[in-house]
């Protein structure tokens, strides 16, 4: 189990072997206790049996054969709580044993040893969520969903940079795109007036489908819209890799607002162009089962419509 954190106190005197009970001893425990609480620790979580299974091959794991991945997790949820109890922060990462041992071979660690996964670990804690005391069970599908997340992003990132520079004017396509991208959503969001808004951009590209999700509120008509920083970003990022691209793609906004109908609104992305579908396109594309081309039965109390203008009318590229 991959856990980083500060040493533990010692009670014992140094010298002698036994407790000290010294007032002076007594103040320098509590104050290493008061600071250990503003020392985070990181746990490299393993996501599932297979990982699992691949980590126990490693002598010095301390999980043997004996031991399944259901007690492994709760071996890790008990040490989770009696961390939080002491309270100090914990961030809980993925830890993938691919990427385990493609670090040690770069960094010439022996994998199997407790300081090259503690070492591992330490470096997964940006990529980890913190644990406020949510079931172990609650926590695994977060953690997958935000490597998804990353992986995403990361990916979205690389095409944008790899687009190059227009052959007329010399500007640069990735954040020509990424500009243009931020401004649609701003359009989307306002053009969809007061209520709860559910955004989902798809953008396939030659290896793998891209797909962010964007949760933002509008209170009112004179609130400005609330998005979410990360989840704002990551959005803008695949819609921006989907015009630099130059493809096909898809936007669906779906709207929320209390005592009406939710608001289903469409676009689909057309040589590197938001284009607003007709309300019979929208219902379409709600209404037709995917994988079998079958029609689907209208969800009631939903309003199928008209996308609306986003993108900038007079695109450079």
């Known amino acids: ?26 103040d320098r425990r509590t104050l290493r206790r008061r600071l250990r609480r503003e020392v985070p620790s990181t746990l490299g979580l393993l ?9 126990r091959r490693y002598r010095s794991f301390p999980f043997d054969a004996h031991c399944g991945y259901a007690d492994y997790l709760r071996h890790v949820e008990a040490l989770l709580r009696s961390l939080a109890a002491q309270g100090v922060h914990a961030t809980v990462a993925l830890f993938d044993p691919e990427e385990y041992a493609d670090y040690c071979a770069d960094h010439g660690l022996d994998a199997d040893t407790a300081e090259a996964r503690a070492g591992f670990t330490a ?19 977060l953690l997958l969903d935000e490597a998804v997340r990353q992986a995403t992003w990361e990916y979205a990132t690389t095409l944008l940079a790899g687009v190059g520079s227009c052959a007329d004017c010399g500007e640069d396509i990735g954040q020509a795109s990424f500009e243009r991208a931020a401004g649609a ?17 798809s953008v396939p590209t030659e290896t793998e489908q891209l797909v962010a999700v964007l949760h933002a509120e509008a209170p009112g008509a004179d609130s400005r819209p609330r998005i979410e920083g990360r989840e704002g970003m990551d959005f803008v990022t695949v819609l921006a890799a989907g015009i630099a691209l130059g493809g096909a793609g898809g936007l669906v906004l779906r709207s929320t607002s209390e005592g009406c ?3 289903v609104h469409g676009w689909r992305l057309d040589r590197g162009r938001l284009v607003a579908l007709s309300a019979a ?13 079958e029609p689907v039965a209208p969800e009631p109390g939903v309003e199928y419509c008209p996308g609306y203008e986003v993108d900038d009318p007079d695109p450079h590229h």
Do not use: S, W
């Open 47 to 55: 996501a599932d049996p297979g990982d699992f299974a691949a980590m």
């Open 123 to 141: 470096e997964l804690a940006g990529a980890g969520l913190p644990y406020r005391g949510q079931p172990i069970a609650d926590l695994v599908p």
């Open 1 to 26: 189990m991959p856990h980083t954190n500060a040493n533990g106190d010692n009670t014992t005197d140094d010298t002698t072997g036994t407790a000290d009970t010294t007032p002076a001893r007594a």
């Open 281 to 293: 396109a929208v219902f379409n594309a709600y209404c037709t089962d995917a994988d079998t081309g």
């Open 261 to 263: 109908p939710d608001r």
């Open 185 to 201: 959503l701003k359009r989307l969001v306002e053009g969809a007036g007061p209520g709860h808004h559910h955004l989902v951009c």
